[in-house]
């Protein structure tokens, strides 16, 4: 551990998602989501990770530094530029084609090892992305890493060289610490994630994006499509949910009727 | 080649949770199809009365860790009982815990892991299935090697009690110190039947207009069905109802066989929730809210008046079967 007196390195990471707000579809041929016309966003959960990192450093007010780090295709740029411009201090791109099409496994070996050679003291992510909605990476890259993971943080502090987090539960919280180096998983429920102000977007031109390869992390395994440890074999449609009815109701009794009648008809009551 | 199934059984001082019963019925039909053994591992607090609970289910062996390390005991349990198996799928539920345990065993152990897992398919090598981008696509993901995680969605495989009963073993104690503290737990709401494990979500919108609703109307109607109350995240936001309802892509996914969303207009953000619920019934002022375009039902009418008169109604329907 470092010694307890200390700046910190903080790092975020973050990823490159199709917009939130634009209804996703499927191409009928390829079973691909269509992306022309979609635009890409900042991860919405990664931006609680942001903010939490900003509000640490600011709390710390020792030299903490914040650096993002996105595995992410060259296009990813504008997104961490993003990040930059809320306030974190450099950012880290790994853009290999290696590593398109990368399982769960795959994508938290190359990050492991990239935070791995950024020697952070803390590492700080979403709890999910909007487009794999898997939520189990936190968790792998602390197994990953071999350091303590606190997930689903909604309350963050650092005392003592220790992070100590109020984890939320399915019916409240429990209040989690470990010693550092940790990471940390952290909920919208956390904070309300900043805007970019015109002085930290043009500030954010001048921070330093440090683009890394495979070959700069010296991974060995192989990751990407061909390693993936979980393979996709097939990617159907489902039946499409046609369009029901739609009932005026007199009133509540009446409206109420026409559900149980609805209901009984399928054998719910 | 995987062939043999491992439980990971949730509970909370020995009370199992459903997903865990659910996961341990559907590891021995996948263990049948493998042609390999079914396993079960409770760890913590409580694990012995868990244990007992689970020789109600088709289980050949339940394996208790008195161990209360936070996560790292299960993960180490599931370490133990996967190696000394020599191979093995660990099934966990697709809630906040069993993520957190499976992603690490997965790390742990070098395998892939699916999430959100509603179905398998076991021709040439075991295979989760699972609906990606709010319910568009249903993929389906080989999982190579010796070891694999599905994190299976609450509610959507059966739990079957029989009359197997599991051989208990214990585990050894690691005798390990704990990398993370555990200093208190609070419990701010009673422990209610999630969102994500009920079979019938009554959730409320903006259209209920304030935190009252979710207490009063909406709660006896989810409780008249003995379901859960959810919410859209305008209801959320406004702090009408906590987090751990919301309905959605920053909230839950659930597919239960019932959803009923009320004084909700079907945002995309909102329907990639709860799509995939089997029948979904919608009460909403507005004949032309999106959700009409979604719903099997749409009943246009003032939620206020409609949702006590069902609540009676149901409550009427199911004495009468009583
Ligand atoms: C990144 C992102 C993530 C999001 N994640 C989620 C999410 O996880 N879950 C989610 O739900 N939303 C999410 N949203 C928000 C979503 O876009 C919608 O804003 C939200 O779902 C709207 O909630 P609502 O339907 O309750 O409210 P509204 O859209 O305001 O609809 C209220 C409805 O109530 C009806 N109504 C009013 N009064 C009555 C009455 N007395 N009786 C009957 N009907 C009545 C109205 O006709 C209307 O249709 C997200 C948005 C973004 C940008």
């Known amino acids: 551990m470092r010694p307890e007196v200390c700046a910190l390195k903080i790092l975020v990471t973050v990823k490159l998602v199709p917009d939130t707000n634009a209804d996703k579809r499927i191409d009928p041929v390829t079973k691909r989501l269509v992306r022309t016309g979609v ?34 295709p060259a296009t990813g740029k504008e997104i961490v530029r993003k990040a930059l411009a809320m306030g974190a201090d450099d950012a880290v791109m790994v853009s290999d084609d290696a590593v398109a099409g990368s399982d769960l496994w795959g994508t938290s070996v190359v990050l492991a090892a990239a935070i791995k050679a950024q020697n952070a003291d803390l590492v700080l992510t979403g709890t999910q992305s909007t487009d794999a909605i898997s939520g189990d990476l936190p968790g792998m890259l602390a197994e990953k890493l071999g350091i303590p993971g606190l997930t689903y943080a909604r309350k963050i502090e650092i005392a003592d060289g220790r992070v100590r987090v109020q984890r939320e539960t399915d019916n409240g919280y429990m209040t989690v610490s470990a010693a550092l180096p940790a990471l940390v998983s952290v909920t919208k429920s956390a904070n309300e994630p900043r805007y970019a102000n015109l002085k930290g977007i043009m500030g954010a031109k001048k921070k330093e994006i440090k683009a890394l390869a495979l070959g700069d992390l010296g991974l060995t395994a192989a990751v990407g499509t061909d390693g993936a440890k979980a393979k996709l074999t097939n990617v159907a449609t489902p039946p499409v949910r046609g369009k029901g009815q739609v009932v005026q109701a007199a009133d509540g009794a009446e409206g109420a009727k026409i559900i149980v009648q609805f209901l009984k008809e399928r054998k719910f009551l | 080649m995987i062939q043999n199934v491992i439980a990971f059984v949730e509970h909370k001082h020995g009370t199992v949770r459903r997903v865990s019963f659910e996961a341990a019925t559907q590891a021995r039909a996948l263990a049948d199809k493998l042609g390999g053994k079914v396993h079960a591992v409770v760890v913590g607090d409580g694990a012995q009365t868990a244990a ?48 957190d345990v499976g992603s690490r065993f997965a790390a742990r152990v070098d395998c892939g892991m699916n999430a959100d897992v509603v179905d398998f398919t076991t021709d040439g090598g075991i295979a989760a299935v699972m609906p990606k981008l709010g319910g568009l696509v249903i993929t389906t993901c080989a999982l190579d090697g010796d070891f694999g995680v599905a994190a299976i969605r609450p509610n959507v495989f059966s739990a079957k009690e029989t009359s197997g009963a599991g051989e208990i073993v214990q585990i050894p104690s690691s005798g390990k110190a704990s990398a993370i503290t555990v200093e208190d737990e609070v419990e701010e709401a009673a422990a209610e039947l999630g969102v994500e494990e009920a079979s019938v979500v009554v959730s409320g919108g903006r259209g209920m207009g304030g935190p009252e609703p979710f207490t009063t109307i909406l709660k006896d109607l989810a409780d008249a069905f003995g379901g859960a109350v959810g919410a859209s995240r305008a209801a959320v936001d406004a702090g009408w109802v906590s987090h751990g309802h919301q309905v959605g892509q920053t909230g839950k996914t659930v597919s239960p066989p019932l959803y009923i969303a009320v004084g909700i207009s ?44 069902l609540a009676n109604a149901v409550r009427d329907a199911k004495a009468a079967h009583a």
């Open chain 1, 39 to 72: 635009e890409t966003v900042l991860n919405p959960f990664d931006e609680y990770a942001i903010e939490a990192a900003l509000q640490l450093k600011e709390k710390l007010n020792d030299g903490s530094t914040v650096t993002v780090l996105s595995m992410t």
């Open chain 2, 52 to 99: 007992e609970a689970l020789k109600k289910y088709p289980v050949d062996q339940i394996h208790v860790s008195d161990d209360t390390r936070f996560l790292e005991n299960a993960v180490d349990a599931l370490e133990t009982v996967a190696k000394a198996a020599g191979n093995g799928l660990v099934l966990v539920g697709n809630t906040m815990l069993g993520r």
């Open chain 2, 266 to 309: 079907g945002a995309i953000q909102h329907k990639v929730g709860m799509r995939t619920s089997e029948t979904i019934v919608a009460i909403n002022k507005d004949a032309n809210a999106p959700i009409a375009e979604f719903a099997d039902l749409l009943v246009v009418g003032d939620a206020f008046a409609i949702v006590p008169e």
